[in-house]
């Protein structure tokens, strides 16, 4: 089988210091998770920017302190959000792409997102993918809900998207798709063949969906973006508990992790 590229969502825009003491903040921090995620397996960081309060920014500046912290301790693939958080203008969430990093997510359209609503205009999504193709940025298309894959697929049909895409299937939020084996079946089998994809489970969902999509040749996205705790009701000491496990689970499946130069070369990135 492909080699597994574990993903580690290490910060996100919604998760407080309060709820999970050891989430990284600062782009120091973030990239001593990251090197510690690599050194636990994983291949890509998918990063957000905060503030040193804690408040989500989408700030350039910030974002290239993140990548250079991240780059000088590790070689994984840095991915940064256009997701933002809910609330931010289009405008402020493209802000990252300019720094050309190798990839960016890029929400295939909008979602209730708990009590707010996650917007993504159609005119908006098409502005990121024309900023991400000029900059040589490689999207990772953002699923949350089934018409988004509907969306993705007629944009590939329209010629909007070209080439092999690579998805992820984010299962779980409110509002969203349910974080459910039956809910990653179904998108899974109307993906074009030279397709690649994650999953990643929201809270409880981590670790069953990360499970199937192992044994299904499918990709993984963990961290503290997607869920704080290791069990319930017990936290995760750190990120890289969460990709470490992942790691294992894959070894006693018997599939090996793929580094992120292997990575690189999977995703097609330049
Ligand atoms: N914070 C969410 C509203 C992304 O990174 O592209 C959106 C999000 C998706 O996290
Ligand atoms: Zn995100």
């Keep these: 089988m ?10 996100g825009a919604e998760v407080t ?44 500046a910030v974002y290239q302190q ?14 940064v959000s256009t997701g933002g958080a809910v609330g931010m203008s289009a405008a402020e969430r493209l802000a990252p792409v300019t720094l050309k990093p190798e990839m960016a997510t890029l929400s295939m359209g909008s979602v209730n997102f708990g009590g707010d609503v996650f917007m993504n205009r159609p005119s ?3 502005v990121f993918l024309h900023a991400m193709t000029q900059q040589g940025v490689k999207p990772e298309l953002e699923i949350f809900d089934t018409g988004m894959l509907t969306t993705a697929l007629r944009w590939l049909k329209q010629g909007l998207l070209v080439g092999p895409q690579h998805f992820d299937f984010v299962l779980g939020i409110p509002g969203g798709m349910a974080g459910t084996p039956e809910a990653l079946l179904y998108l899974r089998a109307q993906l074009p063949p ?16 990360a499970t199937l999509a192992v044994l299904l040749g499918g990709h993984v996205r963990v961290g503290f973006e997607d869920n704080i705790f290791y069990r319930k009701g017990e936290l995760a000491s750190s990120n890289a508990q969460l990709v470490a496990r992942v790691a294992r689970l894959s070894a006693e499946l018997g599939r ?12 097609h990135i330049k």
């Design 194 to 209: 030279d397709a690649t994809w994650t999953v990643a489970g929201i809270g409880a969902a981590q670790l069953p969906l």
């Design 2 to 11: 492909n080699k597994l590229i574990i993903t580690a969502a290490l910060t």
């Design 17 to 60: 210091r309060a709820q999970q003491p050891a989430l990284p903040i600062t782009p120091e921090e973030i990239g001593i998770a990251a090197a510690e995620c690599a050194a636990a397996g994983a291949a890509m960081v998918h990063v957000h920017a905060r503030l040193p309060d804690g408040t989500p920014t989408q700030d350039k």
């Design 256 to 267: 090996a992790l793929a580094t992120p130069a292997q990575a690189r070369a999977m995703l």
């Design 124 to 126: 908006d999504m098409e």
């Design 66 to 79: 993140i990548i250079a912290e991240v780059k000088k301790r590790s070689d994984v693939i840095v991915q």
